[in-house]
């Protein structure tokens, strides 16, 4: 049973406009979301998260919209670059402070940025 | 600063066989989570350790179990190996005291083969 769904396996964008890359999960007690980058050959790194209470956070290039009565969220990379080429993972926490790890991955995104 | 180092990069065994992954955490951390990453998926959580015991486990089998040394190092060990056991295992460390997922950062992983 997934409880987090990344429904596109790959996206291609072209440099410079906008990527959109989406997420539905199933379990309501989800109350913290992650988003993770991952490169050939490195481990994940934690690129932007969001809190229940909000339905926007903003970091430079990144946003996230996390919508609660649809269970979706998305990451918005505007604009986009050749170097954002990578596997993008949406990661719901249960328990934020409280779980202390127990991140729930996607099957993640893989991000193309044409130049 | 060394970040999250695991050993080795790659390993290859024969079903039945046992191994060992070792994990040494980033500089400051105290808590070492595991997570595999089969092909195509994302990473699965397997289980996490702080003070040298096992705090949260994902749905694994009692063939995996795992270790934390008093410098917070750690190892993950899996006995009898399936076919289905070959997966990118992942380490992350993080500081207990903060916690959440934003705090995690991974290492690079090691790659098992089951032949």
């Known amino acids: 049973d997934q409880q987090v769904k990344q429904n596109s396996p790959s996206l291609s964008v072209q440099e410079g406009r906008i990527s959109i890359l989406n997420c539905d999960y199933t379990n309501s007690m989800f109350d913290y979301f992650l988003w993770y980058k991952k490169y050939p050959a490195e481990g994940p790194t934690f690129l932007i998260s969001i809190s229940s209470i909000k339905d926007k956070n903003e970091d430079g290039r990144f946003t996230v919209f996390l919508n609660k009565s649809a269970k979706h969220l998305s990451l918005h990379i505007v604009p986009s670059q050749p170097g954002d080429s990578a596997v993008y993972f949406c990661a719901p926490a249960d328990n934020y402070g409280g779980s202390q790890g127990n991140l729930i991955f996607g099957k993640g995104t893989k991000l193309s940025v044409k130049p | 600063d060394a970040g999250v180092t695991q050993s080795p990069t790659h390993l290859i065994k024969t079903r039945g066989q046992q191994v060992t992954l070792r994990c040494s955490p980033k500089?400051?951390?105290?808590?070492v989570s595991w997570y595999q990453q089969a092909l195509g998926q994302g990473p699965q959580f397997i289980f996490q350790y702080y003070e040298e015991e096992e705090r949260q486990r994902g749905n694994f089998p009692d063939r995996f179990s795992g270790h934390q040394f008093p410098n917070y190092s750690s190892e993950l060990n899996v006995n009898a190996l399936l076919l289905g056991d070959s997966a990118l295992y992942l380490c992350a460390s993080s500081p207990r005291e903060r916690g959440g997922g934003d705090t995690q950062y991974f290492g690079p992983g090691t790659r098992l083969t089951v032949l």
């Open positions: 500089s400051g951390h105290d808590t």
